[in-house]
């Protein structure tokens, strides 16, 4: 993510609400400072009606380009909604200094990352396909929940679940699958992907017939 905010001011160049703003300043992290890269200049007429103000914002965003941060003095209604469904990080401040914006982008790089570690990692095979296909991410899975095993994982929904394939992904063949699986009436070819990781198609041998 590029060290960039998008500030809003006026013509005095003072931090101010979106409705009442005349410039976007992009300023970008270099290194230890922020400096401006950018400067997008705006104009919101009050009399515009809702699609047209719509429009505007949405030309505007296109300048704004990779920046994903916006700050101002006030951010609310319709405005807000567009950044906000856009992507923005959305932020609102008395002023602007360089602790303040290292704040800010720091804020956001910590709910990325919160975010990233509190993704849901499914705990058995899912259905990604309507005619039986099922699929499990067994590395997804043991990375962030060690203690479950593939025979925890797999072995019930094998035994219990109606299914035509089972995608496994996995950094290799759990050992137990040549003995249970014949018992379940299953077969397994396995995929090389690279990157010691490889996919294994469980085929459920009643249903392939």
């Not at 319709?78 to 609102?92: K, M, Q, S, T």
């Not at 990375?143 to 095993?149: D, F, G, L, M, Y």
């Not at 040549?178 to 996919?199: H, Q, T």
Request: aromatic share 10%; net charge negative; glycine share 2%.
């Amino acid at each position: 993510m590029l060290k960039r905010i998008a500030v809003i001011v006026n013509d005095e160049q003072e931090l101010s609400p979106f409705e009442k703003g005349s410039f976007i300043n992009i300023y970008n992290k270099n290194n230890t400072h922020w400096e401006l890269f950018k400067e997008v200049r705006y104009y919101i007429n009050t009399t515009m009606s809702l699609s047209d103000l719509r429009e505007n914002i949405k030309s505007l965003i296109m300048e704004l380009e990779d920046c994903k941060i916006i700050v101002g003095k006030v951010m609310s209604g319709l405005a807000y909604n567009i950044f906000d469904r856009n992507g923005f990080a959305i932020f609102e401040a008395k002023n602007i200094t360089s602790s303040i914006l290292d704040d800010m982008y720091n804020e956001v790089i910590s709910l990325k990352a919160e975010a990233a570690n509190s993704e849901q990692v499914a705990l058995s095979p899912v259905q990604v396909e309507e005619n039986g296909v099922f699929y499990i991410n067994l590395m997804e899975l043991q990375a962030k929940h060690p203690e479950i095993s593939s025979k925890k994982a797999i072995k019930p929904f094998l035994e219990t679940t109606p299914f035509f394939k089972l995608e496994v992904i996995c950094s290799h063949v759990p050992p137990w699958f040549d003995n249970i699986l014949p018992e379940l009436n299953l077969s397994y070819s396995v995929e090389e992907n690279g990157d010691n990781r490889c996919k294994v198609s469980i085929l459920n041998n009643v249903c392939s017939h």
